[in-house]
């Protein structure tokens, strides 16, 4: 097991192979669209048929219990004991309070801002790696994180909403930017259990202890409109909510996070206003201004210099 483990820390900074690379980035491509779209559908939800909190219990219950599901059918692996306290910090910080801010900042903000403050989590990796882990990325990476985090603080500075405004869209952009930071702890947090252990075997227990949490939000459900109506939308929406972000994309997470690691995992939220802002336009929950154009190419090319980065820093740290 201790040399399992040091083969997964030190697979952040080893370059993955042709094959785990393009499986790895399939797998979090997929996530991203699942994460992407549930920012306008949450959106669609609050205030009419649900509340943040009622969505986060919907999210983390819901989720545990597919996963707890899944588990009888599958075969799973006993945690190590120094394991736990990732799961266990992983679930309450970076599950819990990560979709509850989330879904908290739906509430105030429009979806296509908030889609693209949520592609900070580079920029905080790679900071907790620096801090933490004694990483050095190289210069093309702190190049990279800065032009993207440019392009971030033009929506939080000047994007002030593009339809389905909230009520207070500066309060909105700063949660969201609390939730990208516990989203950014959860992928440093469990990478290395993520290569230990099949994905069913962790995250039944991460959403597990989310879900501790979010039972403190039930009372939430009392006058929430969704069951006040025959619309069958809402319902499609929640479930989609529940199976689609919840369920598949986590389990895509843990499978992108043992193959490429947390960094390149990360670098996918740059793609997450595209996919966002395409639903949120499709739903006629917003429409993109000139200046929110302006900051997703920043954000684009922030990726693509971080990722040429990353990908030069790991090739010569292999030779």
């Known amino acids: 097991?201790?040399?399992?483990?040091?083969?997964?820390?030190?697979?952040?900074?080893?370059?993955?192979?042709?094959?785990?690379?393009?499986?790895?980035?399939?797998?979090?491509?997929?996530?991203?669209?699942?994460?992407?779209?549930?920012?306008?559908?949450?959106?669609?939800?609050?205030?009419?048929?649900?509340?943040?909190?009622?969505?986060?219990?919907?999210?983390?219950?819901?989720?545990?219990?597919?996963?707890?599901?899944?588990?009888?059918?599958?075969k799973t692996e006993k945690i190590a004991r120094n394991d736990w306290w990732r799961l266990i910090v992983g679930g309450a910080v970076g599950l819990f309070a990560f979709i509850?801010?989330?879904?908290?900042?739906?509430?105030?903000?429009?979806?296509?801002?908030?889609?693209?403050?949520?592609?900070?989590?580079?920029?905080?990796?790679?900071?907790?790696?620096?801090?933490?882990?004694?990483?050095?990325?190289?210069?093309?990476?702190?190049i990279g994180v800065a032009v993207g985090f440019i392009g971030a603080l033009v929506v939080i500075i000047y994007g002030n909403g593009s339809g389905a405004k909230g009520s207070n869209e500066l309060l909105g952009d700063l949660i969201a930017l609390a939730s990208a930071v516990c989203y950014s702890i959860y992928l440093v947090i469990t990478e290395r259990p993520s290569h230990t252990y099949h994905p069913v075997s962790m995250l039944r227990w991460t959403f597990l202890f989310a879900s501790i949490p979010a039972l403190f939000l039930l009372g939430s459900f009392n006058h929430i409109g969704l069951f006040h109506t025959a619309d069958a939308t809402p319902w499609i929406e929640i479930g989609f909510i529940v199976l689609g972000p919840s369920f598949l994309a986590y389990f895509f997470l843990s499978g992108a996070l043992k193959r490429i690691g947390s960094e390149l995992v990360s670098l996918y939220?740059?793609?997450?206003?595209?996919?966002?802002?395409?639903?949120?336009?499709?739903?006629?929950?917003?429409?993109?201004?000139?200046?929110?154009?302006?900051?997703?190419?920043?954000?684009?090319?922030?990726?693509?210099?971080?990722?040429?980065?990353?990908?030069?820093r790991t090739k010569n740290v292999k030779k």
């Open 100 to 142: 509850y801010l989330l879904n908290l900042s739906m509430k105030f903000a429009n979806p296509i801002d908030v889609s693209i403050i949520m592609t900070l989590p580079p920029a905080f990796v790679i900071l907790i790696g620096v801090m933490f882990q004694h990483r050095r990325p190289g210069a093309l990476e702190y």
């Open 1 to 74: 097991m201790e040399n399992t483990q040091q083969t997964a820390v030190g697979s952040s900074s080893q370059r993955p192979s042709v094959g785990a690379f393009i499986l790895g980035s399939s797998f979090i491509l997929i996530a991203t669209i699942f994460w992407g779209v549930n920012i306008p559908v949450v959106k669609a939800l609050i205030p009419k048929y649900m509340t943040a909190d009622s969505i986060t219990v919907s999210r983390l219950i819901g989720g545990a219990a597919l996963f707890w599901i899944v588990s009888l059918f599958v």
């Open 269 to 312: 939220q740059y793609l997450l206003p595209v996919f966002a802002t395409i639903a949120a336009v499709i739903m006629g929950l917003g429409h993109v201004k000139f200046i929110q154009v302006i900051a997703m190419l920043l954000i684009v090319a922030g990726m693509a210099l971080t990722n040429i980065g990353k990908r030069k």
